[in-house]
C-alpha cells in the first residue's frame, strides 16, 4: 500500500469514527452508541486490541461509570504504551501531539482536516477526568484503593496529574517503596569507622589521577544498602564497583559474603565479566588492595569470592516461559548479601519491578548504568527516573560523613554536571572518561551529542562548519573507506534524502566495506572471514583459544549498527548485501566442485553467516542479542554438511555449539539495530542512519550508536552514514518517557 493510499484509507476511517461519536450524548441511548462504536473500532487502524480489550471490559464491569471519555483514555494509553510511557500526563499539548504523530502521521493534510476535532474531543475528556471524584469512582481511583483498573495518580496537582493502569502503577510504586526504604535504613556510622574507611578508600585509589568521582562513588555506596553508579562508557563504572566489592570484603569480618552478578543481556554480563577478570588479575589493583587485608591468603581467600561467572537478570531471578511467578519474589529470596547488576539501563520497568521483590531485606545493591542511553525496549524509563536523585543537593549530614571519609570538601561533593549534581543520596555520577583522550575526536562528538539540545538552539554553524565539514576537527568528510585505511578516527558519509539510486549504491558500499575489513588483502592481516577461508571453514578449540585468531574477538573487531531495520540503509538489506558478498568471495575461493563450494547452497546457515539471537531460549542456555557463527567443527562434520552454530562461552563454560535446526528465534547479525547492540563494544562500527527521519531517530539513539566504539589503536574508527540534517535533528531529540516515578521518588 503506498502513502497515498494509506492516507486516504485513514481519513476514511477517521470520518466514521467521528461520524459515531458524535452520535454519543447522554441519552439513553447511549450505551448502544458505545457498543457500535466499540464493533467499529475493530476496523479502525489506528485502535489497537489493548485499548478494545480494556474498554470492553471495564464496559461489562462498570456499566455505570464506563462512558466515551474511558474510551478515549484508553485510546491514548496504548499510544502511550506503544512509545515506552508507563503513563498518561494529562496535559492536552502534548495529547494532542502524540494524536498527530500517532493517528494522524504527521501527515499535513490530515491534520487539516481532523486536528481541531482531536483537541475538542481532548478537551472534553481532559475536563471530565480531572473533575472526576475519583476517590469515589470504582473504574479510576487514587493509588489508596487496589482493584479499579485504572489509578490516578497526583490529581491534587492538576499540572502533574497522571493516569495509570493499575499493573504498570503498582511496579512504579513497587521501586520507589524499595529505594525509599532502603536508603532510610541505612546504617549510622560511628568515627571510628569512618576513618578505617578513609585509609583503606585512599589506599585503593593511592596515586591515581582523575579519580575523584570514584572515590566518591565507592564511600557513598559503602554507606547505603543501595546505590547506582552512573556514568558514559569508560568511567570506570566495573573498575569503581571492583575495589568497592574489595572494601566491603576487607571489612566482612569472618563472613563470606555471597555475590552475584548480573546484567540484562548474555553480550552485557559476559562483558561485565572480562572487566572484572581484567581487574582482579590486575597487579596494580593488588599492591593496594593488599594492605586491607591481613595477608595474601586472606586477599586470595576473598578474591575468590567475586564471581567469575554472570547472569542474565531473566535467568537470575529465574523467569521462565508459562510461569507467572519468577523462582525468586517476595517469599523466596536471592541467595547473596551483595548484588550487583550493571547496565541498568537496558531493564524494563516491569524487571526491574520483579528484581528488586527477589533481593531480600538485608541484601546490599549495586546497579551500574548510563543514564544517557537508550532507555529499554518495553515500557518505562527506570535508570533515568532514579538519577533525579541528582537534581538536588545531598543533606548536610551525609555529607559530611563523605567529607570525612574521602577528605574531599563540602564544596567537592555540591559540585555539578551540566544541570545535575555529581553525589545525591544513593546516585552517584562518574563524569571523567578513561576510555578517550582529550583530543578524541570520538570522545568530543559523543560529548557534543550528549549535551546538545532543541532549546539551545544546537548553535548550527557549529555543528556544520566546525564539526561536520570544513574544520575537520570532530568529523571528517569522506566517502565511505575501510577502516583499515586511513588515519581519521571518525569518517563522515552525506547521504541525500530521497535519492534511491545513490542510497541503493551506498548500501552496497557499506557491505563491501564490512567484506574487506573481515578479508583483508594484505597477508600480514587477519580478519574474521579470511580466518574462516584459510581454516576451509573447520574451527578447533585451539582457534578459540588463540588471543590473535579467536573468531569472536575478530568478529567483533567491525560491526554494522543500524536505526532502522527496514529501508535501503536497514538491517535486513545490509545483512543480504554482506551475505551475499560473501558467498561470491567463496566462490572465488574454492573450485565448483569442492566441498567447500557446495555448502553454500544452505541460504541461511552458510559458513561465516553471522547469526543474532532474537528470545531468550533456556533449553539451548542462549539469550536475545547473542551473537553466534556458523562453521564445522571438524572435517567429518563438514563431510556430512553438518554445520553448527558456535556461541561464546558462558558461566565459564566451553564455546557453545548449537545445531541450526534446533534454533528457532534468530536473525543474520553481520548488521543488527543500535537498540540491539546496547550493552556490546566492538572495535570499529559504522553507524548507519535512515535518510528520513522517524520516531527512533533520537539523541540517546546516537549517542548509544557512538559509544559502542572502543577504538584500541589510532586507526580504529568510527563511520559515519546518515544525512546532514538528519543526523541534526536527531541529535537535539530527546527520549521523554512519561512516568511518574522521579514524582514518587521526590515526595
Not at 212 to 230: E, H, N, R, Y
Amino acid at each position: 500500500m503506498d502513502k497515498q493510499t494509506k492516507i486516504d484509507k485513514l481519513n476514511e476511517q477517521l470520518t466514521i469514527f467521528f461520524n459515531t461519536i458524535n452520535q454519543i450524548d447522554a441519552t439513553d441511548s447511549q450505551a448502544d452508541k458505545l457498543d457500535t462504536l466499540l464493533r467499529e473500532s475493530t476496523d479502525l487502524s489506528f485502535v489497537s486490541p489493548l485499548a478494545i480489550g480494556m474498554s470492553n471490559f471495564c464496559k461489562r464491569q462498570f456499566p455505570k461509570e464506563f462512558s466515551l471519555e474511558f474510551y478515549i483514555l484508553f485510546l491514548l494509553m496504548s499510544l502511550k504504551l506503544d512509545n515506552g510511557d508507563i503513563c498518561i500526563r494529562l496535559k492536552k499539548d502534548s495529547l494532542l501531539e502524540l494524536v498527530k504523530e500517532k493517528i494522524l502521521l504527521g501527515d499535513s493534510n490530515l491534520e487539516t482536516l481532523w486536528e481541531a476535532q482531536f483537541e475538542s474531543l481532548l478537551e472534553e475528556c481532559l475536563t471530565f477526568l480531572l473533575n472526576k471524584d475519583v476517590k469515589k469512582c470504582q473504574l479510576i481511583n487514587c493509588q489508596a484503593c487496589n482493584d479499579s483498573p485504572l489509578v490516578a495518580f497526583d490529581f491534587d496537582n492538576k499540572a502533574e496529574a497522571r493516569v495509570y493502569l493499575r499493573r504498570f502503577y503498582q511496579y512504579e510504586e513497587n521501586v520507589s517503596a524499595f529505594i525509599k526504604e532502603r536508603v532510610s535504613s541505612a546504617a549510622e556510622i560511628d568515627n571510628d569507622t569512618i576513618e578505617k574507611y578513609k585509609a583503606q578508600i585512599a589506599m585503593l585509589f593511592k596515586d591515581e589521577i582523575n579519580s575523584d568521582g570514584q572515590k566518591k562513588a565507592v564511600a557513598l555506596a559503602t554507606l547505603s544498602p543501595f546505590t547506582v553508579i552512573c556514568g558514559g562508557p569508560g568511567t570506570g563504572k566495573t573498575t569503581t564497583v571492583l575495589k568497592l566489592l574489595l572494601l566491603l570484603l576487607a571489612n566482612s569480618g569472618m563472613s563470606d559474603p555471597r555475590i552475584l552478578l548480573a546484567a540484562p543481556t548474555g553480550k552485557a554480563a559476559g562483558r561485565m565479566i572480562e572487566s572484572i577478570q581484567s581487574g582482579k588479575g590486575n597487579e596494580s589493583l593488588k599492591a593496594k588492595a593488599l594492605p586491607l587485608f591481613k595477608n595474601e591468603d586472606l586477599y586470595n581467600q576473598k578474591l575468590k569470592l567475586i564471581p567469575d561467572t554472570a547472569s542474565t537478570v531473566h535467568s537470575l531471578i529465574g523467569i521462565y516461559p508459562h510461569q507467572e511467578v519468577p523462582k525468586y519474589n517476595p517469599d523466596h529470596h536471592l541467595p547473596c548479601d551483595i548484588l550487583v547488576v550493571d547496565e541498568i539501563s537496558m531493564i524494563s520497568l516491569s524487571l526491574f519491578s520483579k528484581l528488586l521483590d527477589a533481593i531480600g531485606p538485608n541484601t546490599k545493591v549495586i546497579m551500574l548504568g548510563d543514564k544517557d542511553q537508550l532507555s529499554s525496549v518495553e515500557p518505562g524509563s527506570v535508570l533515568s527516573d532514579i538519577c533525579c536523585d541528582l537534581n538536588t543537593p545531598i543533606e548536610d549530614n551525609l555529607s559530611k560523613i563523605l567529607e570525612s571519609m574521602t577528605g574531599f570538601s563540602k564544596e567537592q561533593f555540591l559540585e555539578q554536571f551540566g544541570q545535575s549534581y555529581t553525589v545525591g543520596k544513593y546516585v552517584s555520577l562518574l563524569t571523567f572518561t578513561h576510555r578517550f583522550s582529550d583530543d578524541s575526536k570520538l570522545g568530543n562528538l559523543a560529548k557534543l551529542v550528549n549535551q546538545a539540545h532543541a532549546g539551545q538552539d544546537l548553535n548550527r554553524e557549529i555543528f556544520e562548519s566546525d564539526l561536520l565539514y570544513e574544520n575537520k576537527e570532530v568529523l571528517t568528510n569522506h566517502n565511505l573507506i575501510n577502516p583499515r585505511v586511513g588515519s581519521d578516527e571518525i569518517i563522515f558519509n552525506p547521504v541525500e534524502q530521497g535519492d534511491k539510486k545513490a542510497i541503493s549504491k551506498l548500501s552496497d558500499l557499506i557491505a563491501k566495506t564490512m567484506v574487506d575489513y573481515y578479508n583483508p588483502r594484505d597477508k600480514a592481516k587477519t580478519g574474521f572471514i579470511k580466518l574462516l577461508v584459510d581454516k576451509k571453514f573447520v574451527i578447533s578449540n585451539e582457534d578459540f583459544a588463540s588471543k590473535a585468531n579467536n573468531p569472536f574477538k575478530l568478529l567483533d573487531e567491525f560491526r554494522i549498527l543500524c536505526s532502522n531495520k527496514d529501508g535501503d540503509l536497514g538491517v535486513n538489506a545490509l545483512n543480504e548485501a554482506v551475505s551475499k558478498k560473501l558467498k561470491a568471495i567463496y566462490k572465488q575461493k574454492f573450485d565448483k566442485n569442492s566441498t567447500e563450494y557446495k555448502l553454500l547452497a544452505d541460504d541461511v546457515f552458510f559458513p561465516g553467516q553471522v547469526v543474532l539471537v532474537t528470545k531468550n531460549d533456556r533449553n539451548l542456555n542462549l539469550d536475545n542479542g547473542e551473537i553466534g557463527f556458523v562453521a564445522y567443527s571438524s572435517e567429518e562434520d563438514k563431510e556430512n554438511s553438518k554445520a553448527r552454530i558456535f556461541f561464546p562461552p558462558k558461566d565459564g563454560n566451553k564455546v557453545r555449539e548449537i545445531s541450526p535446526e534446533r534454533l528457532s528465534n534468530y536473525t543474520q547479525g553481520f548488521a543488527m539495530t543500535i537498540h540491539k547492540s546496547q550493552g556490546s563494544e566492538y572495535q570499529n562500527i559504522c553507524m548507519v542512519l535512515s535518510d528520513k527521519l522517524n520516531p527512533v531517530l533520537t539523541k540517546e539513539l546516537v549517542y548509544t550508536g557512538l559509544t559502542r566504539a572502543k577504538p584500541r589503536d589510532t586507526n580504529d574508527k568510527v563511520i559515519i552514514v546518515s544525512n546532514k540534517e538528519v543526523f541534526l535533528q536527531a541529535i537535539v531529540k530527546k527520549v521523554e518517557r512519561e512516568s511518574g516515578l522521579a514524582l514518587m521518588l521526590a515526595k
